[in-house]
T-cell receptor
Framework: QKEVEQNSGPLSVPEGAIASLNCTYSDRGSQSFFWYRQYSGKSPELIMSIYSNGDKEDGRFTAQLNKASQYVSLLIRDSQPSDSATYLCAVFDGTASKLTFGTGTRLQVTL | GAVVSQHPSRVICKSGTSVKIECRSL??????MFWYRQFPKQSLMLMAT?????????EQGVEKDKFLINHASLTLSTLTVTSAHPEDSSFYIC?????????????????FGPGTRLTVL
């Protein structure tokens, strides 16, 4: 069973701080990794995709991938209350041709 | 990013009726779409993979005769909940797989529709 692990949280950070969200995965052969944001009652929204080791930046978001450690993270700089949501880590299972999702980390950005 | 629509966004029906939900990729072609279900405060649960022109692949424990999936074109997949009962009340979300060459890179990304909230009375 291929697994994606996330801390369920809630992760509470003050406004303006950096939020760090972490994810580990079990399938060493995985090549594609994604972060989705899901607000309560809404569907997931793609924030970042990353395929190569290292960092990938997009605005206030940075995804970090370390395939040797089977670890992917998402950093949110200058966190805003509107960033409060559940963040889902997803890993593409090439064998089954589908995404495996973590259970999500709930982020709370406090004023 | 690519856009996926779902219709209807919300439906209330009586027990025993069938409900059809449509999922469309608006600005790309999707040979593969996925159907998920999510109960309140729970994780996404993949129900089935919908492949254009062929039968859907259902996850273990999902009744294929109850949840009928049709993927008749490269931009449309439908999920029909047959003989719906109150326990089928949930948030149903589709996603579409966008597989494209962007410059020198091949990207394979799933985009989600806005979801359909089904309430069965």
């Amino acid at each position: 069973q291929k697994e994606v692990e996330q801390n369920s949280g809630p992760l509470s950070v003050p406004e303006g701080a950096i939020a760090s969200l972490n994810c580990t995965y079990s399938d060493r052969g995985s090549q594609s990794f994604f972060w989705y944001r899901q607000y309560s009652g809404k569907s997931p929204e793609l924030i970042m995709s990353i395929y190569s080791n290292g960092d990938k930046e997009d605005g206030r978001f940075t995804a970090q991938l370390n395939k040797a450690s089977q670890y992917v993270s998402l950093l949110i700089r200058d966190s805003q209350p509107s960033d409060s949501a559940t963040y889902l880590c997803a890993v593409f299972d090439g064998t089954a041709s589908k995404l495996t999702f973590g259970t999500g980390t709930r982020l709370q950005v406090t004023l | 990013g690519a856009v996926v629509s779902q219709h209807p966004s919300r439906v209330i029906c009586k027990s025993g009726t069938s409900v059809k939900i449509e999922c469309r990729s608006l600005d790309f072609q999707a040979t593969t779409m996925f159907w998920y279900r999510q109960f309140p405060k729970q994780s996404l649960m993949l129900m089935a993979t919908s492949n254009e022109g062929s039968k859907a692949t259902y996850e273990q424990g999902v009744e294929k005769d109850k949840f009928l999936i049709n993927h008749a074109s490269l931009t449309l997949s439908t999920l029909t909940v047959t003989s719906a009962h109150p326990e089928d009340s949930s948030f149903y979300i589709c996603s579409a797989r966008d597989f494209r060459l962007t410059g020198a890179f091949l990207t394979d990304t799933q985009y989600f529709g806005p979801g359909t909230r089904l309430t069965v009375l």
